[in-house]
């Protein structure tokens, strides 16, 4: 298994490299964009990605020892299972918060809430006593929802707001971010292998070498990002003005656009088939990955292989993916698809995105709830049983998803804004 893994992610990264050199290769040179010869531009998007990815890279290193640590720490499966439902049910709860919170606290205080929050809980990780270890969940699920919501919310309120760059800029950032992303996670997965098996630090090593990256991510919204806020206006100046002759006008607005940015998103969602199909195909998507991330742990561990190793492969093959998807959408293949993210109003997006979450974590609580139920009804042991019909379930769900992704393509065979500009008019869906 050990031979196995090293030359699954030697063969894994050399696939990468190569169809990246393809994809760039493939794709027609293009005129350098008017973002990337604007220095202003690129300095402040310098300073949110020196802070953003260092919160992914902490993020990330959390990844391939979590279980480990809880069997480390001798508890049961079902045990375990508990453990990963309150923190899938605390991203849940806190949602709505991490929506809201940027607004009334601020979206640099809340990027700080969000370092100090993580903090805490991976140095819950040293204790193992089961209580901590919950709050510790807890914690990590706070912070992953204000992870997903605020740094964005920070830099695209600054990007149009105050600098009022281009919004055609702002997806150049996120692109930038997302490839970012990929290195980072296949070099987490190092990382936490050298600390917790060639260092024989354990496994709980990688959650303390994610504590000072916090720090250091923390120390950048503090510095950079109020120097940035200082040179550029700060985030609140405005909400400050019009709220001076009513102490409560600020939050209450923040409140109110927040409330209404909820309940515009369920009327979209309700109203219109092609949303609801595109949640349901996130939703189930996205849940069997959450309950993946759950089982290969358990499945591969008796086996003993290295799990940062193999963690690097799981992201080495997302990586993969992502250049395949590169490669087939190029000009010489051009298996263009439909922009059915088209369908969502960009106005009602973040409303919309945060009801498709909701039956995502839903989902995943269920199903490690049911394997939960599955272990504790054999007498506490191992649930092999168990293991083999969450996967089972896992199957269906993705069938389910096949099925909404056939249903939505046939909803927008004839439907033109969900085709590409140079397909219109052909009478194809691609």
């Given at each position: 298994?050990?031979?196995?893994?090293?030359?699954?992610?030697?063969?894994?990264?050399?696939?990468?490299?190569?169809?990246?050199?393809?994809?760039?290769?493939?794709?027609?040179?293009?005129?350098?964009?008017?973002?990337?010869?604007?220095?202003?531009?690129?300095?402040?998007?310098?300073?949110?990605?020196?802070?953003?990815?260092?919160?992914?890279?902490?993020?990330?290193?959390?990844?391939?020892?979590?279980?480990?640590?809880?069997?480390?720490?001798?508890?049961?499966?079902?045990?375990?299972?508990?453990?990963?439902?309150?923190?899938?049910?605390?991203?849940?709860?806190?949602?709505?918060?991490?929506?809201?919170?940027?607004?009334?606290?601020?979206?640099?205080?809340?990027?700080?809430?969000?370092?100090?929050?993580?903090?805490?809980?991976?140095?819950?990780?040293?204790?193992?006593?089961?209580?901590?270890?919950?709050?510790?969940?807890?914690?990590?699920?706070?912070?992953?929802?204000?992870?997903?919501?605020?740094?964005?919310?920070?830099?695209?309120?600054?990007?149009?707001?105050?600098?009022?760059?281009?919004?055609?800029?702002?997806?150049?950032?996120?692109?930038?971010?997302?490839?970012?992303?990929?290195?980072?996670?296949?070099?987490?997965?190092?990382?936490a292998n050298l600390l917790a098996e060639w260092l024989h630090l354990g496994p709980v090593a990688p959650f303390l070498l994610a504590v000072p990256c916090l720090m250091c991510c923390g120390w950048v919204v503090l510095t950079d990002w109020g120097k940035e806020e200082a040179e550029g206006g700060h985030e609140g100046d405005k909400q400050t003005l019009l709220g001076t002759s009513n102490g409560g006008v600020t939050h209450l607005s923040a409140k109110a656009r927040f409330s209404r940015s909820f309940h515009e998103g369920l009327r979209c969602l309700l109203s219109d088939r092609r949303v609801m199909l595109l949640g349901g195909v996130q939703a189930l998507f996205e849940s069997v990955l959450y309950i993946f991330v759950f089982l290969w742990t358990p499945v591969l561990d008796p086996h003993g292989p290295p799990l940062g190793i193999v963690f690097s492969c799981l992201m080495a093959a997302s990586m993969a993916g992502s250049s395949l998807y590169r490669l087939a959408t190029s000009t010489r293949y051009r298996l263009q698809p439909g922009h059915v993210g088209r369908v969502i109003p960009e106005e009602k997006r973040a409303g919309v995105l945060a009801w498709f979450r909701l039956p995502l974590h839903l989902l995943a609580c269920l199903g490690l709830l049911a394997l939960h139920g599955e272990v504790s009804g054999t007498g506490g042991g191992e649930g092999g049983s168990g293991t083999r019909h969450m996967f089972g379930g896992c199957a269906v769900m993705m069938l389910a998803a096949l099925m909404a992704v056939v249903s939505l393509f046939t909803l927008g065979k004839n439907d033109t804004d969900l085709r590409l500009e140079g397909t219109r008019g052909e009478g194809e869906m691609y």
């Open positions: 298994m050990l031979v196995t893994a090293y030359l699954a992610i030697i063969f894994l990264l050399a696939l990468c490299v190569a169809l990246e050199l393809t994809a760039r290769r493939l794709t027609p040179p293009q005129p350098t964009p008017t973002a990337v010869a604007n220095p202003a531009f690129r300095r402040f998007q310098k300073i949110f990605l020196r802070a953003y990815l260092l919160a992914l890279w902490a993020d990330w290193l959390q990844g391939p020892y979590l279980y480990k640590l809880y069997r480390h720490y001798s508890f049961l499966e079902s045990q375990i299972a508990i453990l990963y439902v309150c923190g899938l049910a605390s991203c849940v709860l806190f949602a709505p918060v991490s929506g809201w919170l940027p607004q009334a606290l601020g979206r640099r205080k809340t990027c700080l809430l969000f370092c100090l929050s993580y903090s805490a809980c991976c140095l819950t990780k040293l204790s193992r006593d089961y209580f901590i270890l919950i709050v510790g969940r807890v914690l990590g699920g706070l912070s992953t929802s204000l992870l997903a919501t605020t740094f964005e919310a920070w830099y695209v309120h600054r990007h149009v707001d105050i600098h009022d760059f281009p919004k055609e800029w702002i997806p150049s950032t996120f692109t930038k971010a997302a490839t970012w992303n990929h290195g980072l996670a296949v070099g987490a997965g190092l990382a």
